[in-house]
């Protein structure tokens, strides 16, 4: 059975979202990029969070070429969700309901959020029933 990664820190996010973003990469690319002109030390905090991150199956390490390259093993959507059911749990008894109600009312959403969430909303509504014609 696959384990459900642990939760991550603000700077282990910071971490996947340039994975994400940027794809695949190295420590040092990594490191110009969360710290521009960043000398060993930041090596050293970028190296020990990716151990970290891959210690909670959240990256994964490619040891084929001389300097290691990392990727993301959780896609962002999967965190997404992940955390917003924990949040639901904590908050709502496990609703996501008040969440998303609250989410809408105090951001808004724009035309196209709007129809992504309808065509969302009525794919779940037919989801195992035949659309009419």
Known sequence: MARTPQDVTDTELALLQVLWDNG???IRQLTDVLYPGGGAAQY???????????????I???????AHVFTAAIAREDLIGRRLR??????????LTPLLTHLVRTKGL???ERQELRALIDG???KGKKKPQ
């Open 86 to 95: 924990d949040m639901a749990e904590k908050l709502c008894g496990g609703s």
């Open 60 to 66: 994964r390490r490619q040891r084929t070429s001389p």
């Open 24 to 26: 695949p990469a190295t």
């Open 124 to 126: 779940l509504d037919f």
């Open 110 to 112: 724009t035309n196209r």
């Open 44 to 58: 050293a905090t970028v190296q020990k969070l990716l151990e970290r991150l891959e210690g909670k199956g959240c």
